[in-house]
């Protein structure tokens, strides 16, 4: 069974200062890993997806990477709109479409 | 790109009663829609599989005859709650994966939060 474990689940952060969410998964075969970006009250917004191992992504202030056990979502210099609660998902190989979710990081960057 | 909808945002109904819950893709073909439900504090749980034009594929422990999803078209697939229960009151979010070849990604729509009194 897939499983995803992100940490840590809180994080408060200053204004411009960076850090690193993690996310650590087992799969017998990777089809994908997912991040999403969720706001209170609202559906999860799609940021990256990682396919394999030595994979980056960027997007302004974020930037993902992915091994073969783990995803880190870098966040450099954040601001206060980067608050929200960041969730990794990962997909099996094997046809089927569905993804298994962790629990979420929740960022708080305080001006 | 890759907008998806559902309807309505909020609703609360009496226990006993029955609650449809609309997912639309707005400007792409889903050939495949999700299901899932979210608690305070938690992350998404998967209810239900959604393929267009086939029976949905429930996740164990979720009840097929309470949550009825229909998949009638490439862009529509609907939830409906029947007897609504206080312990059925959640966030239902969807989502949607585009029909492009090689694209995986989930599509989720801004989630319906259902409130049984």
């Known amino acids: 069974e897939d499983q995803v474990t992100q940490s840590p689940e809180a994080l408060r952060l200053q204004e411009g200062e960076s850090s690193s969410l993690n996310c650590s998964y087992t799969?017998?075969?990777?089809?994908?890993l997912f991040w999403y970006r969720q706001d209170p009250g609202k559906g999860p917004e799609f940021l990256f997806t990682l396919y394999s191992a030595g994979e980056e992504k960027e997007k302004e202030r974020l930037k993902a990477t992915l091994t073969k056990k783990e995803s880190f979502l870098h966040i450099t210099a954040p601001k206060p709109e980067d608050s929200a609660t960041y969730l990794c998902a990962v997909g099996e190989s094997g046809g089927y479409q569905k993804v298994t979710f962790g629990t979420g990081t929740k960022l708080q960057v305080i001006p | 790109g890759a907008v998806v909808s559902q309807h309505p945002s909020w609703v609360i109904c009496k226990s006993g009663t029955s609650v449809k819950i609309e997912c639309r893709s707005l400007d792409f073909q889903a050939t495949t829609m999700f299901w899932y439900r979210q608690f305070p504090k938690q992350s998404l749980m998967l209810m239900a599989t959604?393929?267009?034009?086939?029976?949905?594929?429930?996740e164990q422990g979720v009840e097929k005859d309470k949550f009825l999803i229909n998949h009638a078209s490439l862009t529509l697939s609907t939830l409906t709650v029947t007897s609504a229960h206080p312990e059925d009151s959640s966030f239902y979010i969807c989502?949607?994966?585009?029909?492009?070849?090689?694209?995986?990604?989930?599509?989720f729509g801004p989630g319906t939060r259902l409130t049984v009194t």
């Open positions: 959604s393929n267009e034009g086939s029976k949905a594929t429930y």
């Open positions: 799969v017998s075969g990777l089809r994908g």
């Open positions: 989502s949607a994966i585009s029909r492009l070849a090689g694209d995986y990604e989930q599509y």
